[in-house]
């Protein structure tokens, strides 16, 4: 083998045998987060830019008050990158903070852990009371951590029987192909 691409999972352990392969020079590459203290190279999307622009775009479109969806804590990289764009975004435009509201499925990866299993369906019940909070207080606009995200979140809104986006728009982060068809 000439070495190694890695992607770290949502539970991802064996940080020891990665840094150990990095220490006697084997070639890898990860992608997706940084690890930080792994000397190894990295291929990574631009989370706050993508994001920052994402919701510039939805600014433009006349939204005014934003919920980010996070699948997980936003001290997670990716979730902090993509999240701090869109608050760069909403300060740029003279909107205060309370315009972007924070919001969760899941307190945490043990929670998300303990419903694998189902996760899909289990996530979209979560998701359905989040919904119906954000409609209520005047959301407009709903960035998620990505798209495998927004489309569990618009399976939520069509639950309710909200309409995207004429009632909320929806927007996912990474362009993966099925994402589409939401």
Known sequence: CAGVIYYP??????????????????????????????????????????????????????????????????LIQTTRERYLGCCKAISEAGLTPDNLLLRSPYSGREDMKNEWHDYNNVTIRRLVPIVKELHGLGVTAVCTLNDSTAVLFSQAVKELHLRIPEDIAVAGFDDLAYAQYM
Do not use: C, W
């Open 9 to 74: 999972g949502p539970f991802e352990t064996g940080l020891e045998v990665l840094y150990h392969f990095a220490s006697i020079h084997y070639p890898i590459v990860v992608l997706d987060k940084i690890i930080d203290l792994v000397p190894v190279t990295y291929v990574v999307s631009d989370n706050t830019g993508g994001s920052y622009q994402l919701v510039k775009r939805l600014i433009e479109k006349g939204h005014r008050r934003f919920a980010f969806i996070a699948m997980d804590n936003v």
